[in-house]
Structure formats: C-alpha cells, structure tokens
C-alpha cells in the first residue's frame, strides 16, 4: 500500500486512460507543478503498478522496461 498525491494520482489516471505520456504529464502537473515524474514512475514500477512503457514516435518504437 502506498499514500499517493493528487498530482500523482492524476499522472496514473492518464496512464490508466492510454493518454500519451505527453499529456499524462501535463495532467499532473496541471494538478501540482512540484510533481517528481521520475520518482512517481519508480515508485510505480515498484510497487507493481507499471511494469514498463512505449516509446513511439514517427519512425520507430522502442519498449523500455
């Protein structure tokens, strides 16, 4: 169990909602401007939440994990 912020709860909302990672942050940090994304991702993948994402882009798409 983890205690999270509104900020990061809206960062998981957009990845739960397949936004792109673009706009996941700018929903969070339309909520709070302090946002950590890096220590929100880690914490994600910690805790099992999020086991790797997609980069894409026009030409390629690379999987991080």
């Given at each position: ?62 999987n991080?994990?």
């Amino acid at each position: 169990m983890m205690v999270i912020t509104a900020r990061e709860f809206a960062l998981l909302q957009s990845f739960s909602n397949d936004q792109l990672f673009a706009r996941a942050i700018e929903s969070a940090t339309a909520v709070d401007t302090n946002i950590s994304i890096d220590n929100a991702l880690k914490n994600y993948m910690q805790l099992g939440v999020l086991c790797g994402f997609s980069i894409y882009s026009i030409f390629y798409r690379e999987n991080i994990i």
